[in-house]
């Protein structure tokens, strides 16, 4: 923490890269059966605590089907980004269908490990926005990681 003016504790900021997912169709499917869909959900963070560690990402924030994680670089978050669509499209583990959106910026880092601030909701905007099976990342995260030439990147434009 950065000390301020007469004792106060001015918060603390960071550059962080953010992964925002959730899971598509989760509520039709708890509608059915929501014993089933929460335990898609269980398989589901196993996954995702598996693919993000190798990439220096870690969960920071969940509520029912949907998890935030913060990676170290946008090459990080766009590769575990990948797997984990990868990884939920393999039929290997019993998975549910996931949309993701990604955003490198500007974050408040909270005493309990939280991250919150613009950088966050725009990686959650971005998530719902994206169709199941896909990401959508920001031109903040697309410029950052340009030099990777196997990214399969689509603009759509402006939002």
């Known amino acids: 923490m950065v000390a301020s003016r007469q004792g106060e504790v001015a918060e603390q900021r960071k550059l962080a890269t953010i992964l925002a997912l959730d899971v598509s169709g989760y509520s039709r499917a708890a509608e059915r059966d929501d014993s089933a869909a929460a335990e898609s959900v269980r398989q589901l963070r196993k996954a995702i605590a598996e693919v993000a560690a190798p990439f220096g990402g870690r969960i920071f924030n969940s509520a029912g089907d949907g998890f935030m994680l913060e ?8 590769q575990a980004a990948m797997a984990l669509l990868k990884e939920s499209q393999s039929g290997e583990r019993p998975l549910p269908r996931i949309r993701i959106g990604l955003h490198l910026g ?54």
Do not use: K, M, Y
């Open 106 to 159: 500007d974050v408040i880092v909270e005493e309990n490990g939280d991250l919150l601030g613009h950088g966050v909701n725009v990686a959650a905007r971005l998530q719902a926005l994206a169709e199941p099976g896909s990401a959508v990342v920001s031109e903040t995260v697309r410029a950052q990681v340009r030099s990777v030439a196997e990214l399969p990147f689509t603009a759509h434009g402006r939002v």
């Open 71 to 78: 990676f170290p670089s946008a090459a990080s978050g766009v």
